[in-house]
């Protein structure tokens, strides 16, 4: 059983920056690719950024350059960097592993 719990979201200021984390239990994790996802309200559901095993990372074109994802396998944890934040940013942000299993969300709030 697969369980991923987000942390680290909250209320922050246009152009400030926060860093999510995603623990993961069971012993898989260094094996697939783990991703950060964001819905906000009224939208779909889209990908913010992905890392795979080996490394290599592809992020969505609004956040290149701002956000950055990376992983801890010793730590079966995923981060997600965010920097120079913006209002549109604003969003539910979920971690997910191999597009299969996913966390419960955390909130982003990008507001003066």
């Known amino acids: 059983q697969v369980q991923l719990v987000e942390s680290g979201g909250g209320l922050v200021q246009p152009g400030g920056s926060l860093r999510l984390s995603c623990a993961a239990s069971g012993s898989i994790f260094s094996f697939f690719p783990m991703g950060w996802y964001r819905q906000a309200p009224g939208k779909q559901r889209e990908l913010v950024a992905r890392?795979?095993?080996?490394?290599?990372?592809n992020y969505a074109d609004s956040v290149k350059g701002r956000f950055t994802i990376s992983r801890d396998s010793a730590k079966n944890a995923v981060y997600l960097q965010m920097n120079s934040l913006k209002p549109e940013d604003t969003a539910v942000y979920y971690c997910n592993m191999d597009g299969r299993w996913w966390g419960q969300g955390t909130q982003v709030t990008v507001s003066s």
């Open positions: 890392i795979f095993s080996g490394g290599s990372t």
